[in-house]
């Protein structure tokens, strides 16, 4: 959609109202809700992975060797792992993990 569209229409983009509610780029509370929302979208993938597999969060937590409650944590975004940890939960899954820096 063009801007000029935008415009007529009354929409904002989704920039300004992120930044209205979370800060400035390169904020400390803007960098704050990108780690947040990185951790959201890990838990989203693991939870589609994990149902994909077929499997309950306490299976796989016994098949990997935790807790039930520690699958939880990471699918609702409330807890910061390790890259070591992500690597063991998705391989408990049959699938990979591969990082990009950007």
């Known amino acids: 959609m063009a801007t000029k569209d935008r415009k007529s229409m ?3 983009p989704i920039e300004v109202l992120i930044s209205e509610d979370f800060g ?3 904020t400390p509370e803007r960098e704050l ?3 947040e929302c990185d951790a959201f979208i890990i838990g989203e993938q693991l939870k589609d992975e994990r ?3 077929g499997l309950t969060q306490e299976q796989l937590a016994e098949k ?3 807790k039930k409650s520690f699958i939880s944590r990471i699918e609702h975004g409330r807890v910061d792992i390790q890259l070591s940890t992500l ?3 998705f391989q408990g899954l049959g699938r990979h993990v591969s990082v990009r820096i950007l």
């Open 10 to 12: 009354d929409i904002t």
């Open 24 to 26: 400035a780029t390169d």
């Open 64 to 66: 990997i060797g935790t």
């Open 87 to 89: 690597v063991r939960l």
């Open 51 to 53: 149902i994909r597999a």
């Open 33 to 35: 809700f990108e780690i």
